[in-house]
């Protein structure tokens, strides 16, 4: 049974992104494990960015200084 987690800062992911996302990742699962995808679980955590950061630093506060990851 594979579980597949994926992790995004929360900042507008829409339902029918996270539907592609999830049919995306089935079928890749599908394609080359070629695992049953009745039997694939994935979960799409949303993280608040406070909470996810990068060189040392929250997100949130790299974001309002308009520092992103290609930027730094």
């Known amino acids: 049974m594979p579980y597949v987690k994926i992790e995004v800062t929360r900042?507008?992911?829409t339902r029918q992104q996270k539907q592609a996302?999830?049919?995306g990742v089935t079928d890749v699962?599908?394609?080359v494990?070629?695992?049953d995808?009745?039997?694939t679980h994935v979960v799409i955590d949303e993280i608040?960015?406070?909470n996810w950061g990068y060189a040392g630093e929250q997100?949130?506060?790299l974001r309002e200084?308009?520092?992103?990851?290609?930027k730094k």
């Open 11 to 13: 900042e507008g992911v």
């Open 21 to 23: 996302l999830i049919k």
């Open 29 to 31: 699962i599908t394609s």
């Open 33 to 35: 494990l070629n695992k």
């Open 37 to 39: 995808p009745h039997l």
């Open 48 to 50: 608040d960015t406070d």
């Open 59 to 61: 997100t949130s506060l």
């Open 65 to 70: 200084r308009g520092i992103t990851a290609d």
